[in-house]
Antibody, heavy 121, light 107 residues
Framework: EVQLVESGGGLVQPGRSLRLSCVAS????????MHWVRQVPGKGLEWVSG????????AYADSVKGRFTISRDNAKNSLYLQMNSLRPEDTALYYC??????????????WGQGTLVTVSS | EIVLTQSPGTLSLSPGERATLSCRAS???????LAWYQQKPGQAPRLLIY???SRATGIPDRFSGSGSGTDFTLTISRLEPEDFAVYYC????????FGQGTKVEIK
């Protein structure tokens, strides 16, 4: 069974940093692209960042470019999102999602349950 | 960036009725890289359709997708009680963008 479990969310002050993790199980992690998507509670979905199976292709939404860094450790079946210079508008539930194939140009066929990030003083 | 506009915002229907949801793109979506997701309260989204018209694994055949270029449609042929939810379209031709969602509610 495919499982994605996010962690690392919490309450953080504006300007501070946070690192999210997503641990995968039930599939060959290094065969698939991975993504982060966020959702303000009660609002719509916003893609944040994506990374190919071998970290060879990485992309970011303009809203986080230069502040967030996506990475993965295939040996640990883990995906990460380093979030620096956090802003109140970064407050959201952060999901990790699996790309349908190794390519980053694919929809997301499995999602975790999300980890909540709250940026507030 | 491709902007996706979904309509209507809310669709009020009864079980057994047909639902037709629209997703319009601000520019042509290359290779029909268009997907549809279903999201229920407190749950993560679930992939329904990819490539504009291919059903994801395990998705019932009452869900179908169509369209190309800038106009796409998700059709639910006969609504079941578990189909009442919010539906999002997404284009994954980089950068990835989502529509604002259509809520299908019980009339």
């Amino acid at each position: 069974e495919v499982q994605l479990v996010e962690s690392g969310g919490g309450l953080v002050q504006p300007g501070r940093s946070l690192r999210l993790s997503c641990v995968a199980s039930g599939f060959a992690f290094d065969d698939f692209a991975m993504h982060w998507v966020r959702q303000v509670p009660g609002k719509g979905l916003e893609w944040v960042s994506g990374i190919t199976w071998n970290s060879g292709n990485i992309a970011y939404a303009d809203s986080v470019k230069g502040r967030f860094t996506i990475s993965r450790d295939n040996a640990k079946n883990s995906l990460y999102l380093q979030m620096n210079s956090l802003r109140p508008e970064d407050t959201a539930l952060y999901y990790c999602g699996r790309g349908r194939t190794y390519s980053v140009y694919d929809p997301f066929d499995y999602w975790g349950q999300g980890t909540l990030v709250t940026v507030s003083s | 960036e491709i902007v996706l506009t979904q309509s209507p915002g809310t669709l009020s229907l009864s079980p057994g009725e047909r639902a037709t949801l629209s997703c319009r793109a601000s520019q042509s979506v290359s290779s029909n890289y268009l997907a549809w997701y279903q999201q229920k309260p407190g749950q993560a989204p679930r992939l329904l359709i990819y490539g504009a018209s291919s059903r994801a694994t395990g998705i019932p055949d009452r869900f179908s997708g169509s369209g190309s270029g800038t106009d796409f449609t998700l059709t639910i042929s006969r609504l079941e009680p578990e189909d009442f939810a919010v539906y999002y379209c997404q284009q994954y031709a980089s950068p990835w963008t989502f529509g604002q969602g259509t809520k299908v509610e019980i009339k």
